[in-house]
């Protein structure tokens, strides 16, 4: 095809579901290949870097083909197996394949655009008739030389705000301001330092400490760098050099390593090194227990038969370890392997445990990881120096060669769920799918299973393994229920703490053991209300409540993100009497001082852990015991290993089991169990304090008795008597618009047209949801029910999206936004 005229088609991150067709300069026709990234100008002014789908010689016949501009590199990015994968996804999940590849690609694989400043053609500063400033005609001078950024022109005149000059220049007709396109990612670079070959023989190194001689902090770097590379090996070792970093110090000259360098006795030079560097320790051989063992090979036994097994084990049963065996196995037989974790504050603890098992085949992706980090792991999956790696959801678009084996650990967690924006994907069904095109094994693990799982493995569709004791002597918590109501009554309750909580706390810092308080909270209160009048603070843009967070002194949207700061007065009545309603993470932290005032106490939640390393450094803080109470959210329930946490207090238990969802009574149990789960791991008993006002509650008695299968046969019998998963499948249509009535009369039109299309079929709704404005925009919702074994599904999608788009044709709802989520969490 190198002489022929070529056309690309371009898969594109944009909402539209088709690929656009460019035309290929003649000059790239023997480099350009599918999966390869190129830019392309989609629009008037939009540059997109897109991903060849395919190659062929037929132009378009609808448009005639504008050039590709260029390639980014010609890695195959992106394989025939993703590209299946990516179809897949967008039509099950009934979105387009352009919004797949928009989550899939990290941005570092993505164009930048840079400004930049350059003269403008033709101007002669000699000839111009306008009069320049001091600082004009500095940068002048300079553009005269070559064209530079914002940050340079900043740098060189010296100042922090340049607009107003860059304003003037361009008035004058002097310069122009235009957009420089360039690749995000840049390796990372380490400046180095090593001695000039000429002083690496011991005599030409004598001589030269003669020559620095009464030049003591040119002689003291010397000495540094040496100590560093010892005399009798620095024949082999010179050439790699030293980083500058370690070379240096702040108490040292960095003018003296400069005079050294400028006299030719030291050399400088720029080295590419790895963002991921993971020592590999010798560990002794990994010691399966007799249960442990006995699970691991009916796993693959399982793996024999079936494409998935759930492993269900009880919290602390050693799950990890058979993890790590079995990662092991599939490593040594040269597959890749996909751990897949809920939470990134999961892979702090994992992470460390996988560095020393399996070093420097290891990667980590997930959100707070930088651009450059994450397109890192993605070449190294790609070139095989990674073959092992540890994520998030977001870990499934990575470009395996060979996966093996997938772990997805805590597989009931609603995290592995995508909400905002589109694909609206659950990674743990989708895992399966990636699984299949890659002849992969599945290992779902879980102390509570959700209904989903646990009903395909009774069916036999998943292998099914148990772990039904805890590692080693452990043994599964006591539970003790404190009935708050009754204690309110009593008056023996301080506040929202219940004396039965508190003793519980005392007993166990006496012990010098350590405590976690549950509550899935943030903030500090959800509620600000004024005495007299009872306005209450909400969110302009939204129809909720504003929360209360009292480290920012501010009232914030935990929806939109709006904030504002606290009033001092009603802003209706203009009283002063403002109360804080409720309880969030903060407060409970702030009345746990009061009680607790010389005991170490820390908050583990969203708004503490938004930093990089802000995981590491509370969960580094607590497993050293420094910390003694932790309080958190949900953070705090899932897969955490302490040995001296001895007490779990789960402060509201009623507020998770009576959320208006019908899967409400299943999230709570999971969410008290795993937290649970925390207390008492070795040969430590431990003990949970459950606050309650209802402790004789169905639900409470099964987390009571550690009732696991007990309580998904009673939450299935449920399920089916109402037509929920896993008996149907549920498709939730969401329409948004700005204004009430619209987004009311286009729900009405929408569910009477696939009242008349999918006549046969459970449609509920319209109604308003729970929240029914978010960002300004008003919120109506439907709900389709189709059986699990209904035919067609594919088909059903397709009237689906017809549907959508035949609202879209009446002038009145062209701007109402239909959001289609399968398999809502």
């Known amino acids: 095809m190198a002489g022929d005229t070529l056309f690309a088609d371009m898969l594109l991150p944009v909402p539209i579901p088709r690929l656009f067709t460019y035309r290929v300069p003649a000059a790239l026709n023997t480099t350009v290949a599918v999966g390869q990234r190129a830019i392309v100008q989609f629009g008037q002014k939009k540059i997109l870097t897109g991903i060849i789908a395919r190659l062929h010689n037929q132009p378009p016949l609808e448009y005639e083909a504008k050039l590709l501009l260029d390639l980014l590199g010609t890695e195959e990015i992106v394989s025939t197996i993703q590209f299946r994968f990516y179809e897949w996804m967008a039509a099950y999940y009934l979105c387009t394949t352009g919004e797949v590849l928009k989550a899939a690609l990290p941005s570092g694989l993505k164009l930048s655009s840079e400004s930049r400043i350059q003269l403008k053609p033709g101007f002669d500063r000699e000839t111009s008739s306008h009069d320049f400033s001091e600082k004009e005609e500095i940068l002048l001078r300079h553009l005269q030389q070559e064209s530079m950024t914002y940050t340079e022109a900043s740098k060189i005149l010296g100042a922090k705000s340049i607009y107003s000059i860059l304003k003037s220049l361009a008035g004058k007709d002097a310069i122009v301001l235009y957009e420089e396109v360039k690749e995000k990612y840049t390796p990372k670079v380490e400046h180095r330092i090593r001695l000039a070959s000429r002083f690496v023989n011991e005599n030409d190194l004598e001589k030269l400490f003669t020559q620095l001689a009464g030049k003591p902090k040119q002689e003291d770097i010397l000495l540094r760098y040496l100590q560093r590379m010892p005399v009798n090996k620095l024949h082999e070792l010179n050439d790699r050099g030293l980083a500058k970093a370690d070379l240096m110090d702040e108490s040292k000259s960095d003018s003296s390593l400069k005079t050294l360098i400028k006299h030719g006795v ?115 999956l790609m070139t095989g120096k ?82 039904n004791q805890r590692f080693g002597d452990a043994q599964l918590p006591q539970i003790e229920l404190a009935n708050l109501g009754r204690e309110k009554k009593q008056k023996t309750a301080k506040g929202e703490f219940s004396s039965h909580l508190l003793d519980a706390i005392h007993e166990a810092l006496e012990k010098k053991e350590q405590v976690i308080i549950f509550q899935n909270r943030r903030g500090h209160s959800p509620f600000l209300q004024c005495n007299e ?70 908050r583990m939640d969203l708004d503490t852990t938004r930093s990089k390393h802000g995981y590491e450094s509370i969960l580094e803080s607590f497993e050293s015991g420094k910390t003694q109470i932790l309080v958190g959210t949900q953070m705090v329930t899932k897969g955490l290993d302490f040995d001296h946490v001895s007490l779990v207090g789960i402060f509201d238990a009623d507020r998770m089991m009576h959320f208006p969802d019908f899967r409400s009574h299943e999230r709570a149990f999971q969410l008290m169990t795993q937290v649970s789960g925390r207390a008492g791991r070795r040969d430590r008993p431990g003990k949970v304090v459950i606050q309650t006002n209802d402790p004789k509650h169905a639900l409470i008695q099964w987390v009571e008795r550690h009732d696991v299968l007990g309580f998904l046969n009673h939450q299935l019998k449920d399920r089916e008597q109402n037509f929920y998963p896993p008996f149907s499948r549920l498709i939730a249509i969401e329409l948004r618009h700005a204004d009430k009535k619209i987004v009311h009369q286009a729900a009405v039109a929408l569910g009477n047209e696939l009242r008349r299309t999918l006549h046969n079929l459970r449609l509920l709704g319209p109604a308003e949801p729970m929240i029914g404005k978010i960002r300004n925009e008003f919120r109506m919702g439907l709900l389709l029910k189709i059986r699990r074994d209904q035919g067609q599904l594919a088909i059903i999608k397709q009237e689906l999206q017809k549907s959508g788009d035949q609202l879209h044709t009446q002038k009145e709802f062209r701007n109402v936004r239909v959001v289609f989520d399968v398999d809502p969490n």
Request: proline residues 5%; aromatic residues 10%; negative net charge.
């Open 266 to 380: 030291f050399e400088e030079f720029d080295q590419i090194i790895p963002r991921f560097s993971f020592e590999q320790t010798v560990t002794p051989p990994l010691l399966l227990s007799e249960q442990q063992t006995i699970a691991r090979n009916e796993i693959l036994l399982g793996f024999e038969q079936k494409p998935a097994v759930l492993l269900q084990g009880v919290t602390g049963s050693g799950k990890t370890e058979i993890y790590i065996d079995l990662i092991r196995r599939a490593l040594d037989s040269g597959s890749q392997v996909l751990y897949l974790l809920p939470e990134i504050a999961l892979t702090t603890q994992i992470v460390e445990r996988l560095k020393k098992n399996f070093g420097n085949t290891l990667g980590i992706y997930h959100s707070k990881f930088s651009d450059n980090e994450r397109v890192e792991v993605w070449r190294n």
């Open 386 to 467: 990674t073959n092992l790696v540890v994520g998030v959801r977001s870990s499934v678009f990575l470009p395996f060669e060979n996966l093996g084996l997938v772990i997805v650990d805590e597989e009931h967690d609603p995290s592995y769920k995508q909400q905002e924006p589109a694909p609206r994907y659950q990674a743990r069904d989708a895992v399966l799918m990636l699984a299949s095109l890659h002849n992969a094994k599945v290992l779902l693990g879980s102390a509570t299973p959700s209904l989903e799982s646990f009903y395909h493995a009774r069916q036999g569709r998943y292998g099914w393994v148990t772990l």
């Open 533 to 602: 009048c009872g306005w209450l603070a909400k969110c302009r843009h939204c129809a909720v409540s504003l929360t209360y967070h009292q480290y920012r002194h501010a009232l914030v949207c935990h929806y939109c993100g709006y904030h504002e700061p606290v009033p001092t007065q009603c802003p209706t009545c203009s009283s002063k009497q403002l109360l804080t309603l409720g309880y969030g993470t903060e407060k409970l932290e702030e009345e746990l001082r009061l009680q607790f005032p010389d005991v170490e106490i820390q």
